[in-house]
């Protein structure tokens, strides 16, 4: 089912990256000040892993401290990643997206990342989606709607999502409760 929507219309130009030499520190600050889960790494505008949140508190858990300071974002940063074309239908990219269990997806045109593409662009875009998201997680990963992201039942934001009297919400109108 193609949604008509390219991937290249909707993805963001204006995406974090990093080079692979740079340190894991440097990386994790970033991510804070720019409010962001992932930064790609690149050199010469080539796609040459990407490092997520989550990989930073694996580092964190699995390694010392000292081994921490010392690491580079090359060393830790995923080398697979699964990327789209900015010409690819909306469509292939949730279906791309939902199979590696990522949010995000980078935009690469013969190896130079041009864009990034996330779950919060493709709602931004068209809301309706969402469902249909929501419905390929219950099938791939027995969804748990408590503590994932979606639409807040409150206000209608995109954003990460507790379940507070047997309603989806964010944690701004969990706290203005």
């Given at each position: 089912?193609?949604?008509?929507?390219?991937?290249?219309?909707?993805?963001?130009?204006?995406?974090?990256?990093v080079?692979p030499?740079?340190?894991?520190?440097?990386?994790?600050?970033?991510?804070?000040?720019?409010?962001?889960?992932?930064?790609?790494l690149?050199?010469?505008?080539?796609?040459?892993?990407?490092?997520?949140?989550?990989?930073?508190v694996?580092?964190?858990?699995?390694?010392?401290?000292?081994?921490?300071?010392?690491?580079r974002?090359?060393?830790?940063?995923?080398?697979?990643?699964?990327?789209?074309?900015?010409?690819?239908?909306?469509?292939?990219?949730?279906r791309?997206?939902?199979?590696?269990?990522?949010?995000?997806?980078?935009v690469?045109?013969?190896?130079?990342?041009?864009?990034?593409?996330?779950?919060?662009?493709?709602?931004?875009?068209?809301?309706?989606?969402?469902?249909?998201l929501?419905?390929?997680?219950?099938?791939?990963?027995?969804?748990?709607?408590?503590?994932?992201?979606?639409?807040?039942?409150?206000?209608?934001?995109?954003?990460k999502?507790?379940?507070t009297?047997?309603?989806?919400?964010?944690?701004?109108?969990?706290?203005?409760?």
């Amino acid at each position: 089912m193609d949604t008509g929507i390219k991937v290249g219309d909707i993805m963001s130009r204006d995406f974090v990256y990093v080079s692979p030499q740079t340190s894991i520190i440097e990386c994790a600050k970033l991510m804070a000040k720019k409010r962001v889960g992932s930064v790609v790494l690149q050199e010469n505008n080539i796609l040459k892993g990407l490092i997520t949140e989550k990989d930073i508190v694996w580092v964190l858990t699995k390694r010392n401290f000292k081994n921490f300071l010392n690491t580079r974002a090359g060393d830790l940063a995923k080398k697979k990643v699964v990327t789209i074309r900015p010409s690819a239908d909306l469509e292939e990219a949730i279906r791309k997206m939902n199979k590696s269990k990522h949010r995000w997806i980078p935009v690469v045109d013969k190896n130079e990342v041009i864009g990034f593409l996330t779950l919060k662009d493709i709602i931004k875009i068209e809301p309706a989606l969402f469902d249909i998201l929501k419905e390929n997680y219950s099938l791939d990963e027995k969804f748990d709607p408590s503590g994932k992201e979606g639409l807040c039942e409150q206000c209608g934001e995109f954003s990460k999502l507790k379940k507070t009297d047997e309603r989806l919400i964010c944690n701004n109108c969990k706290d203005k409760m």
